[in-house]
């Protein structure tokens, strides 16, 4: 819940940042879910938006969020979900994306690539003079 209430109240940039922050905790014990969405909130830089997330989070906002969430993965057909992350590139699931995401998205991105992408290289041909 904290994750869906986090991409309703920070922007996209600072959600994939502390959604990586989150789903990356591998202390043992295993902090509770407040704990470790502060410190991750914090670390990327949207220590200001953590009590709206929390808030949210405590509150029926929340549920609600989480509910539409699961609804619409639950909606998702041809093929129907059967494990998370379940990737969508275009509306479409892709297995690839789960190994390197950043190179799917930069090879099926439609208009101006972002920065992250890495540019197309062109091969220098000498100038020949007639």
């Not at 986090?6 to 704990?35: G, R, T």
């Not at 990327?44 to 906002?61: F, L, M, Y």
Request: with cysteine; glycine share 4%.
């Amino acid at each position: 819940m904290i994750l869906e209430c986090a991409k309703a109240y920070v922007s996209h940039k600072h959600f994939m940042k502390l959604a990586i922050c989150f789903m990356s905790e591998d202390s043992n014990p295993l902090p509770p879910p407040f704990v470790v969405g502060k410190k991750c909130a914090h670390k990327v830089g949207a220590k200001d938006q953590w009590s709206n997330i929390k808030t949210c989070a405590s509150s029926v906002e929340g549920q609600q969020l989480l509910h539409e969430a699961g609804v619409k993965f639950h909606s998702l057909k041809d093929p129907e979900p059967t494990w998370v992350p379940w990737i969508l590139i275009n509306g479409k699931q892709n297995d690839k994306a789960e190994e390197d995401l950043k190179s799917v998205v930069c090879s099926t991105y439609e208009g101006q690539p972002p920065a992250a992408c890495p540019r197309p290289k062109f091969k220098r041909i000498p100038r020949q003079i007639l």
